[in-house]
């Protein structure tokens, strides 16, 4: 298992660009996502420093950070706020909320183990009222298939284990990315739903 709070306190932080996901702008901007996101109460599981948090706060999201390390989390709680944003370090694996309108993916998807990916579904999943969204960007092609983390994934694999409890909407290659993750990327919708459902992978 990957020491998560000594990579932070080490400074070893590859994955920290600096700022929000391209792919999480591109979505702001969306039709259909933007207005949800912007209105929303919405989750970033593995927030890190909180780029992304902020991001959805500033456009008027009432965004909480979740993250393991607390190096992180102390990381980004000293950066200012811009909005309604919060963190709590917790695992999400065993955390516990009222459920949010949304969730944000990005990186914490391709962080943990694959063999945790059916308790990563659950878990997002009982964090979600029933109609709500989990939006997110995975990535599908990492530099090293064989190494990791980050790990990656195919659009069939996620699908399978988000599909007892979502319904995919849509998803795409994101025309917006780091460079290094051009192409590398999938952004997805995926509706919360009451019930077991098929989800359908184009």
Request: glycine share 12%.
């Given at each position: 298992?990957?020491d998560?709070?000594?990579r932070?306190?080490?400074?070893?932080t590859?994955?920290?660009?600096?700022?929000a996901?391209p792919p999480?702008?591109e979505?702001l901007?969306?039709?259909?996502?933007?207005p949800?996101?912007?209105s929303?109460?919405?989750?970033?599981p593995g927030?890190g420093?909180?780029?992304?948090?902020?991001?959805?706060?500033?456009?008027?999201a009432?965004v909480?950070g979740l993250?393991?390390?607390?190096?992180?989390?102390?990381v980004?709680?000293?950066?200012k706020?811009?909005?309604?944003?919060?963190?709590?370090?917790?695992?999400?694996f065993?955390?516990?909320s009222?459920?949010f309108?949304?969730v944000?993916?990005h990186?914490?998807f391709?962080?943990?183990?694959?063999?945790?990916?059916?308790?990563?579904?659950?878990?997002?999943?009982?964090?979600?009222?029933p109609g709500?969204?989990?939006?997110?960007?995975?990535?599908?092609?990492?530099k090293?298939?064989d190494?990791?983390?980050?790990?990656?994934?195919?659009?069939?694999?996620?699908?399978?284990?988000?599909?007892?409890w979502?319904?995919?909407?849509r998803?795409s290659?994101?025309?917006?990315a780091?460079?290094?993750?051009?192409g590398?990327e999938?952004?997805a919708t995926f509706?919360r739903?009451d019930g077991?459902r098929?989800?359908?992978?184009?």
């Amino acid at each position: 298992m990957t020491d998560w709070d000594g990579r932070w306190r080490a400074g070893e932080t590859p994955w920290d660009k600096g700022e929000a996901a391209p792919p999480l702008l591109e979505a702001l901007e969306d039709a259909e996502n933007g207005p949800f996101l912007r209105s929303a109460r919405v989750l970033v599981p593995g927030c890190g420093s909180g780029h992304d948090v902020r991001a959805l706060a500033r456009v008027g999201a009432e965004v909480t950070g979740l993250d393991l390390s607390a190096k992180a989390i102390e990381v980004a709680r000293g950066i200012k706020s811009v909005g309604g944003e919060s963190y709590v370090c917790a695992n999400l694996f065993d955390w516990q909320s009222e459920p949010f309108d949304a969730v944000w993916e990005h990186t914490c998807f391709c962080a943990i183990d694959p063999s945790d990916r059916g308790d990563y579904a659950e878990a997002v999943a009982g964090l979600i009222r029933p109609g709500g969204r989990l939006i997110g960007v995975f990535y599908l092609d990492p530099k090293d298939p064989d190494g990791g983390p980050p790990h990656g994934a195919r659009k069939e694999e996620i699908a399978r284990h988000l599909e007892p409890w979502f319904t995919l909407e849509r998803g795409s290659v994101p025309t917006r990315a780091f460079p290094s993750r051009v192409g590398r990327e999938w952004l997805a919708t995926f509706v919360r739903c009451d019930g077991d459902r098929r989800v359908a992978v184009d």
